[in-house]
């Protein structure tokens, strides 16, 4: 009988084995997990598949080909963990399932096990619904802790239906204790928690609740509900309503009085029902307080009864641009000043049969005649979300990369009423006075990327990186600590790997300046398919494959979809990336694409134009975009022809990649409040080539970009305003900066962007300008869209030095020296994936010389052991190293042990290299 029959028939007697308790295993000697690929798979994809948790007595499984269920395997025999949810659909190709390797130590060991129970919800909301609420709810987490003594404490968290507040209630969820045995398991009862909703929700904290004296409203919502033990409802004060709240989240700020209602801008609102909603007439007034924190991504309501937005009915809200609008009747009125973001605002606007006059904070901004008479509507009166889908403002491409959805105010709102009487301007004064704060600065912080440290040392480790703003960090149903930290002793500065970039690296300065880079980009019905399309994190994910004194290795992947989530090529479309993080502050990024780029069809070019026009049919217009890509693409290419020189490329044959797409482009991130040349100086970026030549690229306002002028540049350094600088290493391509073709007309700056579809901002769109400084954005100086064909690998670090400095660095990885006179080893071997010397070996004591020069210098070298599990005595020309070298064990893919010894150390002459096992 074969392995995989034995599984199937255990499988469906799983009640009867789990029931035995003979056979009981004493204490484990050993303890310990690798990563593995059980198929014994060579491709570089799947070399980090599975993880293994090892045993005396057998072992844990978790699969990709299983979809990472758990598993005990013992000799020939194998025993699936009880499976919670049986009815939850099968993730055929593991592409929305993962398994992370949370802690190990010699007493137990911690596995976090995430999988999504409803594909169909997913799969039906491709190209319709890409905010889907399930993308962000549909899925469960599991942790197992393992002992010893073969004990699993089950953790178990399901998302489905949840708000943030049940989310993190210490009541939620359940737990199962299991026992491994040599015969089967014993599954203990599974203990459950409370359930969604968790009622009544938690109280928050409010300003003092003010005495009002104001005429007597037709409709009020003071959102004081949150001072109170509340539900997931607001009452509106005059008729007694409960109004639903619906979202992801039910948060309060302190607010002008009690508390205040956020609304995230793309979940959050509330309703009046229809036959609650009082008919209004042609004299009527809105008051509201609201603190946007940031400006909505098209038109957004405050409060509205409308079609169209405000086409028919009325529609209070905020243009793209913090300008307040009031539409009736397809007329709109707009404030001449703009709200600030991040501070309160009283808005009033009155209506007296034609004359509408629109104030903030006491003051009249505009007034206007309308045409016609209002025509009032019945539907729901909505607070803070559109009825209708409408795509963002703003985007650089056209609408089929900008996909319609509901959009909302993100922000803070309170103290709203309709009353049935035109207030005056003098009556609006009033209320400003008496109700406006001394600090207009709203509650709710505005983001700020979480760049700080907080060990100090080398090393990876799991954590939580939050923006501090309840608006982004509740939308997410994540355990403990989904982030990846790596940090340094010498070098001040960090590399992240956090959900708000879909888990992309970004190499983070001393004073918290970002710069992360690209992905994998190919193309879509919508636009960009790349990581930053996967807004939801629906398979994107990081984890920590290696991680000791020597090196850390870290595992990215994300699948390449467009905002419609539509992956082509019937979802083969993704890449693996991984890190190998010295402590330095260097590190290797290795691509791995796994697709065919452009979808397959019968026609030669999917996305060509026909040539063929027919007869009277005119030909369309090119965008202002297009024209200038055109322009600015054909003279890169003049210097590219130049300058570029292919067959100096220094990639070795067995360290080339698939030739896939692009994935190389500089991208610094934004804070709110912060502008690009806040961060950037117009000489944002120096090159370098190996023979020593340099060029300090000078970009020029208002949008003048510069070209690389010297030979085979390959070395760059980002010029932030910092003392540690990021730098980038190829090994070949032509550098190509950024910015006249994809300039903001908005900003004072002369580089590609600022956009803020990404980070963090969940707008289905592939590219949209940013129109001030109000949300979390990113601009780009520069990509080398040529090294996927030369190796599809980056050396990344930090440095306080020139750029200058990076050359015998780039040499002694572009161009590593050769070995000789090897003892004691198999062979010896220079890795530039690892940019580490690779050395098999079962020997005790091993020697070899390394033919280091002024043209292949060795720059803090790496070596890699095999079969090494002790001590080592390290020496240098017969020197011992000691204070400048760090050792660290990894298990390899069949879980033997092997040496990593990193040493800092430079030279340019011949060195005799001797490791011995203590």
Request: one cysteine or more.
């Amino acid at each position: 009988m074969s392995r995989n029959t034995i599984w199937v028939v255990l499988f469906a007697m799983a009640s009867l084995i789990s029931c035995k308790d003979d056979g009981k295993p004493e204490p484990s000697n050993e303890l310990f997990a690798y990563h593995t690929s059980l198929r014994n798979s060579d491709k570089a994809h799947q070399r980090y598949e599975d993880l293994i948790v090892k045993l005396d007595a057998g072992q844990l499984e978790f699969r990709l080909e299983n979809a990472y269920a758990p598993v005990w395997t013992v000799g020939d025999y194998s025993y699936p963990i009880q499976d919670l949810f049986p009815d939850r659909e099968v993730d055929q190709n593991s592409r929305y399932s993962y398994v992370r390797l949370m802690e190990q130590s010699d007493d137990k060991i911690v596995v976090h096990y995430t999988h999504r129970p409803k594909l169909s919800g997913l799969f039906a909301s491709i190209d319709e619904d890409p905010l889907y609420t399930g993308g962000l709810t549909n899925v469960i987490h599991e942790i197992f802790i393992i002992g010893k003594d073969y004990s699993i404490t089950r953790h178990v968290k399901n998302a489905e239906g949840t708000r943030y507040e049940d989310w993190i209630h210490p009541d939620f969820g359940s737990i199962q204790k299991i026992h491994l045995e040599q015969s089967g398991i014993t599954h203990g009862e599974l203990q459950h928690g409370k359930s969604a909703p968790i009622y009544p929700r938690t109280p928050f904290d409010g300003n003092a609740v003010l005495g009002i004296t104001a005429p007597t409203p037709l409709l009020s919502w003071t959102f004081d509900d949150g001072m109170q033990p509340h539900e997931d409802f607001v009452v509106e004060a005059v008729t007694q309503t409960n109004c639903p709240i619906k979202g992801l989240s039910t948060h309060y700020e302190k607010g002008i009085s009690g508390t205040a209602l956020a609304f995230d801008g793309y979940y959050t609102s509330v309703s009046l029902e229809k036959d609650k909603a009082p008919k209004l007439d042609n004299t009527f007034s809105i008051s509201s307080w609201i603190a946007p924190d940031a400006y909505p991504y098209n038109k957004a309501p405050i409060i509205h009864q409308s079609k169209g937005f405000g086409k028919e009915g009325f529609y209070l809200g905020l243009d793209p641009y913090g300008h307040i609008i009031f539409t009736v009747n397809g007329e709109e009125t707009k404030s001449k000043s703009k709200v600030d973001f991040g501070k309160w605002s009283f808005i009033g606007v009155s209506v007296n049969n034609a004359s509408v006059e629109l104030s903030i904070n006491g003051k009249v901004e505009v007034s206007k005649t309308l045409k016609n008479p209002i025509d009032f509507i019945d539907p729901p009166i909505q607070i803070g979300m559109n009825n209708e889908l409408d795509r963002g403002s703003d985007f650089v491409r056209t609408n089929a990369e900008n996909i319609d959805y509901f959009i909302g105010f993100q922000g803070l709102i309170d103290e709203l009423a309709i009353f049935d009487s035109a207030l005056d301007a003098d009556t609006f004064t009033k209320l400003f006075d008496q109700t406006k704060p001394e600090d207009f600065t709203s509650s709710l912080a505005l983001s700020v990327l979480p760049g700080q440290s907080e060990t100090g040392k080398f090393g990876a480790y799991y954590t939580d990186l939050t923006l501090n703003n309840a608006l982004w960090d509740n939308l997410w149903r994540n355990v403990e600590n989904p982030d990846i930290a790596v940090e340094f002793d010498d070098v001040k500065g960090s590399v992240k790997f956090w959900r708000g970039t879909n888990y992309a690296s970004n190499w983070i300065s001393d004073n918290n300046i970002w710069m992360a880079d690209q992905s994998t980009e190919t193309w879509g019905p919508h636009g960009c398919s790349e990581h930053m399309a996967d807004k939801q994190n629906r398979q994107s994910y990081a984890r920590i494959i290696e991680n000791n004194p020597a090196r850390a290795i870290i595992h990215w992947k994300y699948p390449c979809v467009d905002v419609g989530y539509i992956n082509n090529n019937d979802e083969t479309n993704w890449s693996d990336e991984y890190y190998y993080i010295y402590p330095d502050g260097t590190a290797v990024r290795k691509v791995n694409f796994n697709g065919r780029g452009l979808p397959e069809t019968d026609d030669e070019d999917t996305f060509a134009v026909d040539e063929d026009e027919e007869e009277g049919e005119e030909e369309e217009e090119l965008s202002e975009f297009s024209l200038a890509t055109m322009a600015w693409g054909e003279t890169m290419a003049e210097y590219r022809d130049t300058y570029y020189h292919p067959e100096n490329d220094t990639w070795t044959e067995e360290n080339i990649g698939a030739a896939g797409p692009g994935f190389q482009d500089v991208q610094i991130l934004l804070s709110p409040g912060v502008k690009a040349l806040d961060l950037v100086g117009l000489n944002a970026m120096d090159v370098a080539n190996l023979n020593g030549d340099v060029q300090k690229l000078q970009w020029e306002l208002p949008n003048k970009t510069p070209f690389v002028q010297i030979h085979d540049a390959s070395i760059e350094l980002v010029k932030t305003k910092s003392e540690y600088k990021t730098f980038e290493v190829f090994q070949g391509g032509y550098i190509t900066p950024w910015g006249l073709a994809e300039n903001s007309n908005y900003t004072d700056d002369p580089f590609a962007g600022p956009w803020n579809h990404w980070p963090v901002n969940l707008l289905p769109s592939d590219g949209r300008y940013a129109i001030g400084n109000d949300r979390i954005g990113h601009f780009a100086l520069g990509a080398n869209d040529f090294i996927p064909s030369v190796g599809a690998m980056v050396l990344h670090g930090m440095t306080n030095q020139s750029v200058e400095s990076l050359i015998p660095l780039a040499r002694s990885w572009k161009l590593p020296p050769s070995v000789k006179q090897v003892q004691g080893a198999t062979f010896v071997a220079y890795s530039k994936e690892q940019k580490a010397f690779l050395i098999d070996s079962s020997a005790k004591e091993i020697s070899f010389t390394i033919n280091a020069s002024e043209e292949q210098p060795i720059v803090n070298p790496a070596f890699v052991i095999s079969n090494w599990s002790g001590e080592a005595k390290f020496s240098i020309n017969g020197q011992p190293a000691s204070e400048d070298i760090r050792t660290g064990i990894e298990r390899d893919a069949n879980g033997k042990k092997r040496l990593v010894i990193w040493l800092k150390h430079t030279t340019s002459t011949e060195v005799n290299v001797s490791i011995t096992a203590l």
